[in-house]
């Protein structure tokens, strides 16, 4: 039995292929297409997947998508109806997607099969498109691949058809609705909007996050108005916005701006205004997120929980939950945005509608594409650049790291996932306070305040931070041990955390192993992990890599065995 899982036309659209209810790959588009976040049919990616295991489409049994467009048109009409004739705004351009109209992107979902036509797909005959809710997709995404028997699951984002947050209960192959939070409330548009008001752009929710550390509580007693606990859910007071009417062409109305003043332009300042506002936006979704994970406890008292949806990679707010020591065990999907929907679609059609039994548990998220040597040695002799072959490749490359230098590092297959866990990674050393600025300036090319990352030995996690739970894929932050953030001031933030990634030998063992070769060298076991790209989709092609090293300043660029210097 092979399952294609696939997502497209929101943001985040990728695929994967279920092979006899193992995940056998997974890819992002945007790797692919090099546009970030991309919303297009994942052409590529499907193209990709069917090559990599030598398969047809006539191999495909099931496509699975999880989005039920005729479920949205239901609740848009409502909408339109109840707030026109603002709400034709709805239809504009960019107002549900980044480029095409409601009515484009509709049409395009309604006609599944014609995409595959257009993309140069021949579809079989006895292949079923099979249509899944959202939420359901995002929460079988976590639990159906959890080590779990049994769990209360939350999943959260901008909004699925009209919901935007699902809690639900897991147990065997089955998924449960407990409670559904429908449009206008959603916790993903609201911290969207609050994003757009201090100057970044959709999609950046992340760099709201950082700021927030930065925050006084000025505005806290302000935003209770704006977003306050309701019974068992919460309210967004739509007042002071008109996402409902304009959609992400406008998320903020003019009270709120006459309230807080004009929303800080993208290359303008960041006072010290818009980082209060980023702080009451940050402490009032952790202060619903918790209202709602007490809720789910109360109605579904299991011992184990999982996370899910855009809001998910909010890892403050995972902390937080973490720290409430509610639940004994936390699965986080790691790849929480709705490109996780295409694995969590395919997972839900094989185990709960098929009723086989699950057998799969997600542990391994380096599921994308890898090169061979000789491809690799290829477009190093193309580019005419000097390189070496290491015998000692941990050995030698911890050196580098710990003589100051910053490296690019690309090893076998891509991890999926918004984060580079040490495969498509720049790596440096985390006890140089001036690295930071170094990374800003050479590649990165990021606002300075924004904190990197450590990866380290998870053996030594608690050495280090404050943490009950392991962050495999780096999407939980932990407060830094107070007596070692001089130790490690290039991945501490202002706030003393940090967002770990725990590395551990039997998931990524080059990594851990070069991580261990630096602590054998230093004393240190961290090393500064921050995604391969500069601002671009992370990169997946080993010419990406060598394109991106030779348009920065990096001093290094590893590509499995090679070592090229600058
Ligand atoms: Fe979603």
Known sequence: MLILGIFAYQHDASACLIENGKLISFIEEERLNRERHSAA??????????????????????????????????????????????????????????????????????????????????????TKIIEIEHHIGHAASAFLVSEFEESAIITWDGRGENTSVLLSKGSGNQITKLKEIKIPESLGIFYSAITTYVGFKLFDEGKT??????????????????????????????????????????????????????????????????????YAAQKKLEEIGIHLVKYLKKICPSENLCITGGVALNCIMNQKISETNLFKNIFIQPIASDAGTSIGGAYYLYNSILDYKRSYEFKNIYLGPSYSETEIEEYLTNKKLKYSKSENLFLETAKILSEGKIIGWFQDKMEGGPRALGNRSILADPRNENIKEKLNTIVKKRESYRPFAPAVLNEDKNTFFKMNYDSDYMILSADVVNDKKKLIPAVTHVDGTARVQTVKKDLNYKFWSLINEFKNLTGMPILLNTSFNENEPIVCHPKEAIECFLRTDL?????QNFIVKK
């Open 209 to 278: 996050m950082g700021l927030s550390a930065f925050g006084t509580d000025k505005y806290l007693k302000d935003f209770d108005d704006i977003i306050y606990k309701y019974e068992n859910s919460f309210k967004i007071n739509q007042k002071y916005f008109t996402y409902m009417t304009h959609g992400r062409n406008k998320y903020l109305s003019d009270l709120f701006v006459s309230k807080f003043g004009p929303p800080r332009k993208y290359n303008e300042k960041i006072t010290q205004h818009y980082m209060d506002i980023a």
């Open 41 to 126: 049919f994942p052409e590529l990616s499907i193209k990709y997947l069917l090559k990599q295991h030598n398969k047809t489409l006539d191999d495909i049994n099931y496509v699975t998508i999880c989005w039920k467009p005729g479920l949205e048109i239901i609740s848009n009409f409502v909408n339109v109806v109840k707030n026109f004739p603002k709400s034709l705004n709805l239809i504009k351009a960019g107002a549900t997607q980044n480029e095409i109209s409601l009515v484009s992107r509709l049409k395009k979902q309604f006609n599944l099969k014609e995409q595959f036509k257009k993309s140069g797909f021949k579809l079989n005959k006895k």
């Open 555 to 559: 001093d290094f660029l590893i590509l």
